[in-house]
């Protein structure tokens, strides 16, 4: 059973700094891909970014392109880890953040969701 697990979030000043840690468990995304997705109260789920691999190598990250320059995708695919570095955090960053993980390399839906952590900017 693929279980996704998110943690580093909690409340933050704006211009501060947090980094987001999803650990993958019951299988192993060598060629695949992971990412971040987030929702804000009342708002719909929204891509924040991601990280693809082929055969255990980086193939690309990329961040939502309003986020470039902020935010950050990184992984150990070694580990099952994907990173979600956030900088310059602004009160409208504040949603639930989620770890997704999918098993195909190609652009598609994501198989397996983790339950998410809260991240809070305050002003």
């Known amino acids: 059973q693929v279980q996704l697990v998110e943690s580093g979030g909690g409340l933050v000043q704006a211009g501060g700094s947090l980094k987001l840690s999803c650990a993958a468990s019951?299988?192993?995304?060598?060629?695949?891909?992971m990412g971040w997705f987030r929702q804000a109260p009342g708002k719909e789920r929204e891509f924040v970014g991601s990280?693809?691999?082929?055969?255990?190598?980086?193939?690309?990250?990329d961040p939502a392109d309003s986020l470039k320059g902020r935010f950050t995708i990184s992984g150990d695919n070694a580990k099952n880890m994907v990173y979600l570095q956030m900088n310059s955090l602004k009160p409208e960053d504040t949603a639930v953040y989620f770890c997704?993980?999918?098993?195909?390399?190609?652009?598609?839906?994501?198989?397996?969701w983790g339950q998410g952590t809260q991240v809070t900017v305050s002003s």
């Open positions: 997704a993980a999918r098993t195909s390399w190609r652009i598609g839906p994501y198989d397996y």
């Open positions: 990280i693809i691999w082929r055969g255990g190598i980086t193939y690309s990250t």
């Open positions: 019951g299988r192993t995304f060598s060629t695949g891909a």
